[in-house]
Structure formats: structure tokens, C-alpha cells
């Protein structure tokens, strides 16, 4: 039985819906007919793409954007109860209902459901499995954390209800609410401990989510996560590893750059060499989502040379080491990177392009999770002899006065293990833009990073 009916056209009115996983569930439920509209604290990409398709969108959550004809509101677990449009939902009576839970409920209709969890490196993943299923016809429906110029957005929306790709996050235990018939698991680390109380809190939720595999069900995971054994113990569903040795079921080795800055390697499965993989995304960290993506469409019976022909120009989800312009030689990059094992990833991957200097601006998301990572923060940034720390960006949090970036700058320079040369907290946006304007030459790199923000840097240089 289906959980959620589409024939039934409701007006659904989601309060955030400037996000990128709601304004995805959005445009789902716009173009199964629904009546949708939505509210924001303020005018994004998203919001101005919604808009372009005839929704109806408030800026500001306000009590008078809910109006009694309305059947549903949907909010994330960013909203709290004292939000207003929230209060008015429960005192006219109107059914409330989470960002996961929708999602799930709209995943229910399909027959197959592929979701792609993980720490880090979910929308890569998911965008690589997306763009081949696309090629290959199979018109699936698409729910993904970034903008991936490919599928035209953060979703795409099939005509049919055999297939659902989704990405999956752990945050609140919001892929609790989900149904996959095949899940891919990429890591498992302690972030989000404003919700989590620590890794074992986090692994729990990630058996959980393990759980929801039917019998007939496939786990693709990642054979470095520790202690796989106590994840998988007892789950009747097929369990497929992957990851840079051959104790995995898929696994890459031999792995060289061109001077195109194309990333080459082989690929096997079960020891035997399947063959060599050509792409544009750089580093081992997208070795290991593109053999994720690989092991989960083989299970489709989708054929390497089918993987290779399809993503070998894919260029990879928006703010992913995403190259936005090169100005008098000097090479812009924006990457979301938040956590100190992504940024740590990026810097490595980046090391493998040729430049004079780097230029990395960083910027922290969330008071908790510096507060919680800020050994690994100072230890990770310091790496890197030209580091600028902007402002935290709270998100859904309130600034306690307990952690700043000033303090990760003193942190990196009391380091006696810091290969720092220069670590600066420089306030404001439009400070740092004058910094680096003046400082950058021909062949230098400058990076913005962070999963707030930050890459309003660049359109200001």
C-alpha cells in the first residue's frame, strides 16, 4: 500500500524551502500536480528558481504566510517550535510533517529506492549514480544535496515510479524516515554533535538505517569504516565492500594525473581488472565515491564501459572542488568542505595540481561542531602555509560566545606541528577579498571553503 496518494492534490506549503533538499521535495510534488509554496529567511538560487516556476514564495517566516486552505506544512529540523508559521500550523489544525518524512513517504511509491549515506561524500555519489542512470534511460527521480548542472538541479523528476535516488542524511536521524532497497554507505565519522552524542551515538544510527534493507536488499559500504562487522551482524541483505585495497570487493589501484588534471585508475572487482577509469574529479576521496557508485550500478547490471563512457567528463556536484573562474592566471576553486576529514581530502587532492601558492579561506559551520572538531580544525588547517578564517556561520544555531574563529587562528599558531606561514581571522567578506586581491599572483590558487556562505567571496573578486 502506498503511503503517500498523489492523486490527491494537496497545497503543501514548506517553511525553509530555500534548501536544497526541500527545494528538491518541492519541485517533486509541484510537478505530480501539487499546489506548492513555501517561506525563507532570505532570496537564494533556490528560491529564485522556484520562483521562475510559478511558486509562491514568502521571504520571512511569518504567522500569516499559513492560511487555513493549506493541507500540509512541511518543515526541516532546522525550524523550531517557536517559529511562527509552526505555531499558526497547530492552531489551525494543519498536519505538520518533516523534511525526511515527506521524502520518505514520496520514496514509498517507487519499486526500486537507492540511497547514499555517509559522512561525507553523499552528493558526490549520488550525483555519479544519477547521471548514468540518466544516460541509461531508466528516468529515475533524483533528490540530491547540491546543484549538479547534469541532472539540471538538485532533482529530476521521472515520469514513472520504478526508480528513486536519494541522498541520505544522518543528521537528526533523518534517514530513519527513508526505505532503501539498495544503500550505499561512503563513511562513518563523529560530526553533528549538537544532535549526536558521540560516535557510537552516530554508528547506532547508521545500523539503523542499515536495518531498513529488506531481505533481497543491497548494502554497498566502504571496507575502511571501523569495525564493519558490528554494522552488518545479522543483516540478511546483500553486503558489497569497497575501498583501496583488494580486501574489498571493488577496489582502484595504480593512480596517475594528466596534464589535463584528469584522474586515471584501475578498477577491480573480486582481484580481477575490470578496467581503467579516466575522470575529472580529483583526489582518492572521489576514487572511492565513483567505485560506491560503480559497485551499486553493477547491481542494476549496468557495465563498466557504461559507468566510463558516462562520467568520464562528469565534472561533479556545484561547491565540490568546483572551479569557478581563472582571472589573471590565478585559479579560483570553491568547495563545500566542512569537516576537518573533507578538508583534509581537498587539500590533498588539490596538492596534486600544480601552483605557486594556495590560498585557502576557511569558513566554520556551527558553533558546535568547532567547539567539538577544534584539535582536528588546528591541526588540519595548520597544514597549510596561507590560511584565512572567516566567521562562523551559525546555521541553525545561536552564538554562545563559547568558540570563534579567532580562537582555531590562535590555536594553528601555538601549534609547534603547524607548517603555517601565514593564519589570519579577518572579519568581514569584503576584507578578505582585499587581502587576497592584493596578495594573489599568476599561478596561485585561492579556495574558498565551507558549507556556509563562503563562496560569495568569489563573485565579489
Known amino acids: 500500500m502506498k503511503v503517500f496518494d498523489f492523486n490527491k492534490k494537496l497545497k503543501v506549503h514548506f517553511i525553509g524551502i530555500g534548501g536544497i533538499s526541500m527545494s528538491a521535495i518541492a519541485l517533486i510534488l509541484l510537478k505530480n500536480g501539487f499546489i506548492i509554496s513555501g517561506s525563507d529567511v532570505s532570496e537564494n538560487y533556490n528560491v529564485k528558481e522556484l520562483e521562475k516556476k510559478g511558486i509562491k514564495i514568502f521571504i520571512g ?212 581488472l575490470v578496467g581503467r577509469m579516466r575522470q575529472k574529479l580529483i583526489g582518492k576521496h572521489n576514487a572511492l565515491n565513483f567505485l560506491a557508485a560503480f559497485a551499486a550500478l553493477n547491481e542494476f547490471g549496468i557495465s563498466f564501459d557504461d559507468v566510463k563512457n558516462s562520467l568520464e567528463n562528469f565534472k561533479g556536484a556545484r561547491r565540490r572542488l568546483e572551479v569557478k573562474k581563472i582571472v589573471n592566471g590565478i585559479t579560483y576553486i570553491d568547495d563545500y568542505a566542512h569537516h576537518p576529514t573533507e578538508i583534509e581530502a581537498s587539500l590533498k587532492a588539490l596538492k596534486e595540481i600544480e601552483y605557486n601558492n594556495l590560498y585557502l579561506i576557511f569558513q566554520p559551520h556551527t558553533f558546535t561542531r568547532t567547539k567539538a572538531l577544534y584539535s582536528d580544525f588546528v591541526r588540519v588547517l595548520g597544514n597549510n602555509p596561507i590560511t584565512i578564517l572567516a566567521k562562523i556561520y551559525p546555521a541553525r544555531e545561536k552564538d554562545l560566545g563559547v568558540i570563534s574563529s579567532k580562537d582555531i587562528e590562535i590555536g594553528i599558531k601555538e601549534n609547534k606541528n603547524s607548517k603555517n606561514n601565514f593564519c589570519e581571522y579577518i572579519e568581514t567578506f569584503s576584507d578578505i577579498q582585499e587581502y587576497v586581491s592584493k596578495n594573489a599572483k599568476n599561478g596561485d590558487i585561492v579556495v574558498t571553503m565551507g558549507a556556509g556562505d563562503v563562496y560569495k567571496i568569489i563573485d565579489m573578486m
Do not use: W
Not at 135 to 149: Q, R, S
Not at 209 to 228: Q, S, T
Not at 254 to 259: I, L, M, R
Open 61 to 272: 517566516h511569518k504567522k500569516d504566510n499559513i492560511t487555513k486552505d493549506i493541507d500540509i506544512v512541511v518543515y526541516s529540523k532546522a525550524i523550531h517550535d517557536d517559529n511562527e508559521e509552526i505555531i499558526k500550523a497547530k492552531e489551525l489544525g494543519i498536519k505538520l510533517v518533516s523534511r525526511s518524512s515527506i521524502l520518505g513517504e514520496i520514496m514509498a511509491n517507487y519499486n526500486r529506492r537507492i540511497c547514499v549515506a555517509g559522512t561525507h561524500g553523499k552528493t558526490t555519489t549520488t550525483a555519479l549514480i544519477s547521471k548514468v542512470m540518466l544516460d541509461k534511460n531508466l528516468d529515475p527521480t533524483i533528490n540530491v544535496g547540491g546543484i549538479v548542472d547534469e541532472i539540471g538541479g538538485n532533482s529530476y523528476i521521472g515520469k514513472g515510479e520504478e526508480l528513486f535516488i536519494a541522498e541520505a542524511c544522518e543528521y537528526t536521524n533523518s534517514f530513519l524516515d527513508f526505505c532503501p532497497s539498495l544503500a550505499v554507505v561512503t563513511n562513518i565519522e563523529e560530526d553533528h554533535l549538537d544532535f549526536f552524542k558521540d560516535i557510537n551515538d552516530i554508528r547506532n544510527s547508521f545500523r539503523k538505517f542499515i536495518e531498513l534493507l529488506p531481505d533481497d536488499g543491497v548494502l554497498v559500504i566502504n571496507n575502511k569504516i571501523d569495525d564493519i562487522a558490528s554494522l552488518t551482524k545479522n543483516i540478511k541483505s546483500k553486503v558489497i565492500t569497497y575501498g583501496d585495497d583488494r580486501a574489498a570487493d571493488y577496489y582502484f589501484s595504480n593512480v596517475s594525473y594528466d596534464k589535463e588534471h584528469y584522474q586515471s585508475f584501475d578498477v577491480y572487482y573480486k582481484e580481477k
